[in-house]
């Protein structure tokens, strides 16, 4: 457990780092050893979602059993030490004060759950933010594309120009940064903030084989949102 405990963070960090990589290295052009795209292609919740409103078996997501697989012998792995957004969670802090009751929160992400895979067999997969790595990934474009227009403005209003570039474009990128915001608040409030979407096997590691390698080595937020 001591072990484990020592390894955790490293893991998480060098993981967060890797998936930063990977996120600048799929806006660049040229040849990357490792498929830009890898996260995704591990997240089963995305892969499921896909494959019902595609009606097709989503052959990219094939990854992503193998999550499964861990999931089930080893129980938290992805959301304890592989998650960026759950590295995120741990860096922001955990739950401080007490709290009613966490549990009727923690039911949501069930109704969450539920609606997203109702959304994706009629073909629509907005609900699809809800998914850990496609909020985390949202929130980054959010920052470079706000961070581009305020860059915009600055050498606007430095010219003496007027603004030439209106706001309303870039207001989604904005409520995605919010939304984002309250997530990481909402990890102080709960070990696992109700838009929780399951990302560990969608639930599957409650028939873990173990669970005290992912649970007593974590020590912080348990990952949160995933």
């Known amino acids: 457990m001591k072990a484990a405990s020592r ?3 490293p893991v998480q960090l060098v993981t967060l780092i890797l998936f930063l990589i990977l996120f ?3 806006r660049r052009p040229g040849h990357w050893p490792l498929p830009t795209d890898l996260f995704v292609r591990l997240d ?17 997501f094939a990854p992503s059993l193998s999550l499964v697989a861990i999931t089930l012998l080893l129980g938290r792995v992805w959301c304890g030490w592989l998650c960026p957004l759950g590295t995120m969670l741990d860096l922001v802090g955990g739950p401080v004060g007490r709290y009613p009751s966490p549990r009727r929160l923690h039911r949501l ?3 969450i759950l539920f609606a997203l895979v109702g959304a994706a067999l009629l073909a629509n997969q907005t609900l699809l933010i809800l998914d850990p790595l496609t909020l985390l990934t949202r929130a980054l474009d959010a920052i470079t594309m706000l961070g581009r227009w305020g860059v915009m403005t600055a050498r606007a209003v430095s010219h003496g120009n007027a603004l030439t570039v209106a706001p309303a474009p870039y207001l989604p990128a904005l ?3 919010l939304f984002w915001g309250a997530v990481l608040a909402l990890s102080r409030i709960s070990r696992r903030p109700p838009g929780s979407t399951m990302k560990d096997g969608l639930g599957l590691h409650r ?6 390698i992912t649970s007593g080595a974590e020590g912080g937020t348990g990952s949160g949102f995933t």
């Open 44 to 60: 089963p919740l995305a892969g499921l979602s896909s494959g019902l409103a595609g009606r097709a078996i989503p052959i990219r």
């Open 7 to 9: 390894w955790h963070r």
């Open 24 to 26: 600048v290295a799929a």
């Open 207 to 212: 028939f873990g084989l173990s669970t005290r």
């Open 175 to 177: 409520l995605t940064l």
């Open 109 to 111: 992400r069930f109704l």
